[in-house]
């Protein structure tokens, strides 16, 4: 059966093959990828790759049915390639865009760089492709906490220069000026992350209000990519944000996130659960709920609701005080636990209590018409939001909760309800639209149960193709014994040794922030690394580390978030070393999963780190003509636990590990 026809009718012109109305399109479609992948690329220099035209057709099922599929492609079939040229053909037909979201915005740049895939369909197909990015929030600059940081932080001159960059229309309040997208952390490589967080967006700015609003760079950026024809380029995190916030957008009067779309790709799909957990995660601070409210004080109300505010305002600040002194640091992760007790339970029952108080004698006050009508409502909904998070406190299972640190370290209490995967149901996979997921790691021992259960999917297509390299005389696999259990210094020492015989040209992978700024310190200590060219994580905007690294020589590249996605063919990455098994933390949402399970290491742990270890193995070898080392330095690799057979079983056809 074939897809059904959108009501106005595209000109055959837009298609990227001479379209006959009478025949199938998804037939026509196949046939056009048939004859540029067996001849049009090929004439240009590519290889012909029976896994990558193997998915092509796999891919064709899903578009034609409107099915969700689990699309497992290994290293090199050509993946990427493959569903773009299905979607691009399906959203001209459809003419509404795809949404390709990937795993994280350092993926977005890999997927749109010059000589990324996009640009090689373009130039190859000689293709008109409408591909534009739409990123996250903190991607972007906050004009009013650039003038915050102008005046108030420790480096107010750096701040300053930057102000001083940004485009005229910003400063002058002339008319007729034209405006364009600006202030994406692109822009600004040098920032390291800490800085970049002094001026960035984050989730409590109130961007609805705000008088700069239409001169911001968020929002222009947004009024572009909304206008996309054929792709629109996200982060898992904004795809699920775009799901949670539409129908409260659509009240306030805003549009959604993303434009009306006719399929999502999630490229690196097995990551979407976190996003989810993310987008689902109500965040609540104390001097933002301040700030609201001392709006109020600031209008002619009533003495019963000025003593409410200011007993709400008391007990918010008692309350994250007990929070802030009952939380402890999980290594691995920035979720903090909380050590419950019934005194901390008193004082958000006491919170909660005031703020429906207060949210009655705002429905009293509304009605005297003393208050700003707009201010009013930015309060209303910011109480419905509160109230929503500790309702879920009266639900038979409790909210997963958790403390973060704010900006000035200010504690943040996270709330996120138990019923992700429910959500996930409802909003996402029961949408009419083909669901793409495209990872070369879904599955764990020929199964996709462990990812389809974490997201809610219940019914889906799915196929494996493996990669097409001859991994065992391009890759070696070590794994070197610990006299002393695998202690920092036998690790350095080890990392130290590969790097030395690979002369830098590598990527070390970190399981928490933690190893890798201890790493950082004492590298400088050991005179073998003089000359390599080291670059960190958080010392600049990533993508910029990322292409600094490949143009280099002797470089080595340390990061906590590029164990999927990153694709550095050539010499230039002949070494991976595996800091630690990226086990996942023991923090509340995965202590969460864990509980639910019969065997929490065999059904949680073990799954993730090997899906997760897959990837950064798949790192090293790109393209059929590369070669390297990929070191394994875990600790529990030779502690007798199973878990070196374990990590024997997902390596690469005919690779065997070296002990």
Known sequence: MDIQKSACHPASSRYPFAYDPTRSYLLQV??????????????????????????AYQLERAFRGKETLFAEAGVGTGKTMAYLLYSLCYARYMRKP????????????????????????????NLDIDARLAKSHDQYLCLNKLDDARFMSAEAELFEELHETLPDFVRSRMSMQPFHAYGDRKHYPHFTDEQWNEISWDVFQDCFICDKRQRCGQTLSRDHYRKAADLVVCSHDFYMEHIWTGESRKREGQLPLLPDHCAVVFDEGHLLEAAAQKALTYKLKHSVFLELLQRLLQGQIRESLALLIEQAIAQSETMFGVLERQSMAVLGSDRKRIQWDDGLKREIGRFRHIVVEIEEELVLESGLYTLNEYHLRIVEEHLEMLQKALGLFDRPEPPLCWVAEGEEREPVLAIMPRKVKEVMQENVFEQSMPIIFSSATLSVDGSFKYVAESIGVSRYLSFTVPSPFDYGSQMEVVAPRWADEGTFAEKMNAAVYWLKRTEGRALILFRTNESLLRFKQEAVRHPECAGMRFGFEGDRELSDLVASFQSGERGVLCAVRLWEGLDVPGPSLSNVIIWSLPFPPHDPVYEAKRSECDDPFAEVDLPFMLLRLRQGIGRLIRTRYDSGIVVLLGEQMHDGSGILASVQSILPPGVALKI
């Open 30 to 55: 196949r046939e056009w990828v048939a004859d540029v992948f067996y001849d049009r690329l090929p004439d240009c220099g590519f290889e012909v790759r029976e896994e990558q035209i193997y998915m």
């Open 98 to 125: 795809v949404v390709i979201a990937c795993a994280d915005e350092s993926l977005i740049e890999q997927l749109v760089k010059p000589e990324g895939d996009i640009a090689k369909l373009r130039r190859y197909l």
